[in-house]
């Protein structure tokens, strides 16, 4: 069903009868990394790639919220509710590619050092030679890959059942990662993942699917401190607890599972995963905060 718009009513009131919570964040972001690619991005390959994609995702976005009818068999409106989460890889990669322009070195020596005063010893580098278990390392890359089922599903679920909780979840994983994204420019790190071919071999599904994502993704270090997967997990587990307490003997597995599955597979330090734990519940807090002050018209379908 369509918004009905009184013929006097204003530009800006017809746009913020459209507009959702989220999309500032992304148009704020967004905004944000063009300008780093217009004034930076002489000094990486991709700057003029980015400057087109910062773009080309800025105008998605504005087409999205101009012709918004909250029509729930609207493909619009899909795209303009899913947008902040099909937009948090190519946010990533940017992040992490400009994490050298304020320090030019990362901050792992560091990091080694914390975790090591933390946990005794480099878990990254312990536990899969203790487990020595082809099975169990699949296994544990299997529950990494399920960090992008952790995206979609539960949300999608709630998205079937017209339940307003979605929006107001995928408000908070955007404000957690632009957060976490503004921090790894100002402190970059690469974490253990080159270690990783000392300790896995080819595997057989789950090993090369992960080679392969990081392969296509770009993804080349600098945003692992705090783990950026352990913190959505987090926050999406808390998120379908609200939702339905019962799906917690479901989710709470598998977000343990992912958690150490980080570490397990060399992908993150276990402080990592540690500050990842912390960072995520906060945000968790934080953006339950914010939303619930936020003065915004109902993101559900018009019936």
């Known amino acids: 069903m369509d918004i009905e718009i009184d013929a006097k009513t204003s530009f800006r009131e017809h746009i913020n009868a459209r507009i959702f919570p989220a999309d500032y964040l992304v148009l704020f972001y967004g905004a944000f990394l063009l300008l780093i690619a217009l004034f930076f991005g002489n000094r990486i390959e991709e700057g003029s790639n980015f400057l087109t994609l910062d773009f080309g995702i800025l105008m998605i976005l504005s087409v999205c919220i101009y012709f918004e009818r909250r029509d729930y068999h ?12 099909l937009t948090l890889a190519l946010f990533y990669t940017q992040s992490t590619i400009f994490d050298n322009l304020v320090f030019p070195q990362t901050f792992d020596p560091l990091l080694q050092r914390w975790d090591k005063a933390v946990f005794g010893v480099a878990l990254n580098t312990k536990l899969a030679p203790l487990a020595n278990s082809s099975f169990l390392d699949e296994t544990m890359h299997g529950f990494y890959f399920f960090y992008y089922f952790m995206l979609f599903v539960p949300g999608l679920i709630m998205m079937f059942k017209r339940h307003p909780l979605v929006f107001e979840m995928i408000f908070t994983i955007a404000v957690m ?3 976490h994204y503004i921090f790894f420019m100002l402190f970059p790190a690469d974490g253990p ?3 990783r071919s000392q300790l896995f071999g ?3 599904v789950f090993i090369p699917l992960m080679d392969f994502i990081y392969q296509t993704s770009g993804q080349q270090g600098g945003g692992a401190f705090p ?6 997990v987090v926050v999406v587990m808390l998120f379908t607890a609200r939702f339905r307490r019962k799906s917690l003997w479901l989710t709470l597995p598998v977000t343990v599972g992912i958690i150490i599955a980080t570490v397990y597979c060399s992908y993150h330090y276990a402080i990592d995963a540690l500050a990842g734990i912390v960072s995520g519940s906060l945000c968790y807090f934080l953006g339950r ?3 619930s002050h936020w003065n915004h018209p109902s993101e559900l379908p018009v019936e």
Request: charged share 5%; no cysteine; glycine share 4%.
């Open 193 to 195: 993942i080159d270690y």
């Open 227 to 232: 783990s950026t997967h352990v913190s959505t």
């Open 177 to 179: 990662a632009y957060l």
């Open 202 to 204: 080819k595997g057989s």
């Open 289 to 291: 905060y914010i939303y």
């Open 74 to 85: 609207s493909q619009i409106y899909w795209i303009h509710v899913w947008i902040p989460i």
